[in-house]
């Protein structure tokens, strides 16, 4: 039985040391169409992160899932530890 692995993108933004998460709960195609779509538009700075996550997400919102920040704070390697900033879609 293989375990679905869920993707979670996370916009960081180096020069402030601030990330807000994008997406979540989804697949790798789905995933790669985000970045694909949203990568040109960012400004200079940013950058898009896909971390895995390994169960559903239960939160709606990716900007309000805590279970989201805490996957980043365990698997962004952002050092220091960056700020979380929620932004508005």
Known sequence: MSVKQFKLVVLY???RNEY???A???????AQQFMERWNPQLM???TLMV???SKRHG??????CEACRKVVRRSG???PHAKYIRRQA
Request: proline share 0%.
């Open 44 to 46: 200079s700075g940013c």
């Open 20 to 22: 807000s998460i994008s």
């Open 51 to 53: 971390l895995d996550h």
């Open 77 to 79: 390697h952002l050092e």
């Open 24 to 30: 979540h709960n989804k697949g790798a195609e789905e």
């Open 13 to 15: 933004d180096r020069d």
């Open 59 to 64: 939160t709606a919102e990716a900007r309000d």
